[in-house]
């Protein structure tokens, strides 16, 4: 369900900044501070209203960052965010109606899981790209490892989310099936709001040393 092109950006970029935005006048000075790091994909949750228009400003404006929309939870917002320009969508769950919805519309999707379960209740519906979530909470680094062992040879690949910390994110990084990290430390709805888009780039620029250096 995720295109090869999609998949390999966020292979590429390692880091995903997971963001709540309130004003999606931010959006755009947001995105350009991310890519100044080197980040070069968001994930924009729909947990405000501000998500959705935040969405359609970078995507529209900022050609050059991969834009995901996150907290998708029905069809109705698989539609928004298809049409708003979103990348690729991702959820806290699985929901076979959501991911049904994704298919009919050609939106690539990550569908959250935390047991084997729920991992082949994706693989059931075609997902090879999956979020970890609520990764540190679920048992981090070790559960990941031991739980995704059994996958690996089926090409499925992990986005772990929800509680990282930068010290944790080249741990993360040495799971070979991990694709990319969500950490909502990379821009902070505090530093947004304060349009702080120094310290984003810096956090951005930090990250990406971290992903670098682990993977060489």
């Known amino acids: 369900m995720f295109a090869e092109e999609t998949r390999t950006r ?8 997971v963001v709540v935005i309130n004003d999606p006048t931010k959006a755009v000075p947001l995105a350009k501070a991310l890519l100044a790091g080197g980040v070069g994909v968001i994930e924009l949750t729909l947990r405000t209203a501000a998500g959705l228009e935040a969405i359609k400003a970078i995507a529209s ?21 298809k049409a708003a320009g979103a990348a690729f969508a991702v959820a806290p769950g699985t929901s076979r109606t959501t991911l049904a919805a994704a298919a009919e519309v050609g939106l690539p999707f990550a569908p959250g899981v935390m047991t084997p379960s729920d991992i082949e209740t994706a693989l059931s519906m075609g997902c090879r790209m ?11 680094v070790k559960h990941l490892a ?17 509680g990282i910390k930068e010290a944790q994110l080249g741990d993360y990084l040495a799971v070979k099936t991990v694709a990319a990290v969500g950490g909502s430390w990379l821009a902070t709805a505090k530093q947004i709001d304060a349009g702080d888009w120094d310290a984003i780039t810096a956090q951005s620029a930090a990250a990406m040393a971290i992903v670098n250096a682990a993977r060489g």
């Open 61 to 81: 404006e900022v050609p050059d960052m991969l834009v995901g929309a996150g907290t998708v939870l029905s069809t109705e917002q698989v539609r928004e965010v």
């Open 10 to 17: 966020l292979s590429a970029a390692g880091v995903v900044p």
């Open 130 to 140: 999956l979020k970890f979530f609520p990764a540190e909470s679920a048992g981090g």
């Open 146 to 162: 031991a739980m995704s062992a059994p996958y690996a040879h089926l090409g499925v690949k992990f986005m772990p989310t929800g």
